[in-house]
């Protein structure tokens, strides 16, 4: 189930997916309720006021909890959404205040200066689809800017007087930025299970079946797809914000591509 989803966010852009996910489980939950009537309620007369209460309050129920756990998990998701752009700027901070400081220290940070700069192109340009598509990796490029980043910046530092204060700042910035970049690979992998997609879809397959207990008309059935529809749009939206390095709602990578001035 997280493989078709996956494929699913990575094939289309974020407007088809809210239009493909409300048609899928507008039909889906439809058809559900016509078999469900044909094949079975009809079957089955002389239900009593007990039974269709009974029935309503089950029904009522399961749309609640789905209902309740789509809201969750969107707003989980926003959350998630927010969390990880404020660590990229945080990154884009890090990256902009070591720049600073190696032009501070001038001719003799050159080459870490390029191996920084290098560094942040190669995260907008190659680590940011990566992270975009299932499944999500770093990219090599990006480690081997940031190893030699690394050396450059601790041959710098060998050249610096022991007090200078700049030796420490170096490195700590430096290990700033190869924090922040481990946690977007954590944010960039999936954090719906494919266990939620399949409770979720039972939860909608017993209510569509409940649902036909009547025999389908017109105003119901369009009142029913378009209920169905709607549940199909959050999962969309769940979908658009698993991923915050995918689609058009996702983390700009302009924040590291411009950290260190256009």
Wanted: glycine share 8%.
């Amino acid at each position: 189930m997280s493989d078709l989803v996956d494929a699913l966010g990575n094939a289309l852009p974020d407007l088809a997916i809210l239009a493909v996910c409300a048609l899928g489980f507008g039909l889906f939950g439809e058809a559900v309720a016509w078999l469900s009537n044909r094949l079975w309620f009809r079957r089955w007369g002389g239900r009593t006021p007990f039974d269709d209460k009974l029935g309503d309050t089950a029904h009522a129920s399961l749309l609640a909890l789905s209902a309740f756990i789509l809201a969750l998990m969107v707003t989980n998701g926003f959350a998630s959404l927010a969390r990880t752009e404020d660590n990229v700027r945080q990154e884009g901070v890090a990256i902009h205040a070591l720049g600073r400081d190696f032009d501070a220290l001038g001719p003799p940070s050159a080459a870490a200066k390029a191996a920084l700069a290098a560094y942040a192109a190669d995260v907008a340009g190659d680590e940011w689809p990566r992270l975009a598509t299932a499944p999500n990796t770093l990219s090599p490029l990006v480690g081997r800017d940031l190893d030699t980043l690394w050396t450059r910046l601790r041959a710098l530092q060998k050249s610096l007087n022991p007090g200078d204060p700049s030796r420490a700042d170096l490195a700590l910035y430096a290990q700033r930025i190869e924090s922040m970049r481990q946690m977007r690979l954590s944010s960039s992998t999936t954090n719906v299970t494919g266990e939620f997609w399949l409770i979720l879809l039972i939860f909608v397959a017993v209510a569509s079946f409940l649902a036909g207990r009547e025999r389908p008309k017109r105003v119901g059935v369009q009142v029913h797809m378009i209920h169905m529809a709607s549940i199909g749009l959050a999962v969309g939206l769940v979908i658009i914000l698993d991923n915050p390095f995918r689609g058009q709602t996702s983390i700009d990578p302009a924040i590291i591509a411009t950290a260190l001035g256009p």
